[in-house]
């Protein structure tokens, strides 16, 4: 269950990431021209994504971790009760 729903934070997570990869591209491309302002923006914005992507991630392995934990715990009680 828990998989369900960190898969689309997964995607998302992975799409801001491909985006901030093109983003600093463009950003150096920009950079080596001397348009230096719009590199830095540009820069800027791709760490914002890349930020977004590591947060989207990090939300996805919390919700992982506490369904391990709940199912752990239910095993844990429901083999202490077959003894």
Known sequence: MSQERSMPLREQAM??????TKMLEVACNLMEQGNRKEAERLHKAARTK???SVLLMAKANALENASRKRRSHYHEVDSSRAH
């Not at 799409?15 to 901030?20: N, T, Y």
Request: hydrophobic fraction near 35%.
């Open 50 to 52: 890349r930020s977004v």
């Open 15 to 20: 799409e801001a990431l491909e985006e901030s």
